[in-house]
T-cell receptor, first 115, second 115 residues
Framework: AQTVTQSQPEMSVQEAETVTLSCTYD???????LFWYKQPPSRQMILVIR??????QNATENRFSVNFQKAAKSFSLKISDSQLGDAAMYFC????????????FGPGTSLSVIP | EPEVTQTPSHQVTQMGQEVILRCVPI?????FYWYRQILGQKVEFLVS????????KSEIFDDQFSVERPDGSNFTLKIRSTKLEDSAMYFC?????????????FGPGTRLTVL
C-alpha cells in the first residue's frame, strides 16, 4: 500500500523569505502523480502543484516549485517570497497512475508566515 | 469560478442517529468522492462514485455508510447510525472525466460532531 509522510507538523517562515516543506512517500508503482494541496483556514483544499512521476523536470507554479527525487521517493515543496496568504495547512498527496480514484494524503504541515 | 459546495458546514448529532451530508459537485463533473479528516489526523479516502455506482471504497466505508446521487446535482453521504468516532470533517470532491490530468476539486467540508 502507498503511504505519504510529512515529517514537519509545523513550520514558520518570515514574510518574503523562502521555505521548504518535506514529503516522502512509499510505493512500488512506477507510474504515479504527486501533489501539494493547500488548505487555508477557510478549509477548502486547493491544488498548488502537480508532478508526474515520469517527468524528470521539477514542476513550478509561480512562487511554488518542487524538488522531486524519484529514487529517494522525496517530493519537497519550496515556497519563494512567502506571503501572508501562504499561511495554511499543506498536504502532500499521491495518486496512482493506474487509478483515477483515491488520493492518498500525508498528515500535513501547518505553515505560519510571520510578518 | 465553479466550486464544490457542501451543506451544512457544521452538523451536530446524537450517537446512533442518522445523518446525511450534502454536496453539490461542479456541474458537468462525472466522478465524485468523499473523504474524511478526523481532527489532528490525515485526510482519508472513503469512497468514489461514477455512473451511479461506487467505483472504489476504503475499509472505513462499511455498511453504516452509503452514497447517493439522487437528482443529478446533489451527491450525499449517509451515515445510518453515527458513532462517536465518526466525528470528523467530511470533504466532498469531484472531477470532470477521463484523463489523468483531471484533478479533484474539493469542497469546504462539513464538520460532523457526534455526541
Amino acid at each position: 500500500a502507498q503511504t505519504v509522510t510529512q515529517s514537519q507538523p509545523e513550520m514558520s517562515v518570515q514574510e518574503a523569505e523562502t521555505v521548504t516543506l518535506s514529503c516522502t512517500y512509499d510505493t512500488s508503482e512506477s507510474d504515479y502523480y504527486l501533489f501539494w494541496y493547500k488548505q487555508p483556514p477557510s478549509r477548502q483544499m486547493i491544488l498548488v502543484i502537480r508532478q508526474e512521476a515520469y517527468k524528470q523536470q521539477n514542476a513550478t507554479e509561480n512562487r511554488f516549485s518542487v524538488n522531486f527525487q524519484k529514487a529517494a521517493k522525496s517530493f519537497s515543496l519550496k515556497i519563494s517570497d512567502s506571503q501572508l496568504g501562504d499561511a495554511a495547512m499543506y498536504f502532500c498527496a499521491y495518486r496512482s497512475g493506474t487509478s483515477y480514484d483515491k488520493v492518498i494524503f500525508g498528515p500535513g504541515t501547518s505553515l505560519s508566515v510571520i510578518p | 469560478e465553479p466550486e464544490v459546495t457542501q451543506t451544512p458546514s457544521h452538523q451536530v448529532t446524537q450517537m446512533g442517529q442518522e445523518v446525511i451530508l450534502r454536496c453539490v459537485p461542479i456541474s458537468n463533473h462525472l466522478y465524485f468522492y468523499w473523504y474524511r479528516q478526523i481532527l489532528g489526523q490525515k485526510v482519508e479516502f472513503l469512497v468514489s462514485f461514477y455512473n451511479n455506482e461506487i467505483s472504489e471504497k476504503s475499509e472505513i466505508f462499511d455498511d453504516q455508510f452509503s452514497v447517493e446521487r439522487p437528482d443529478g446535482s446533489n451527491f450525499t453521504l449517509k451515515i445510518r447510525s453515527t458513532k462517536l468516532e465518526d466525528s470528523a470533517m467530511y470533504f466532498c470532491a469531484s472531477r470532470p472525466g477521463q484523463g489523468l490530468y483531471n484533478e479533484q476539486f474539493f469542497g469546504p467540508g462539513t464538520r460532523l460532531t457526534v455526541l
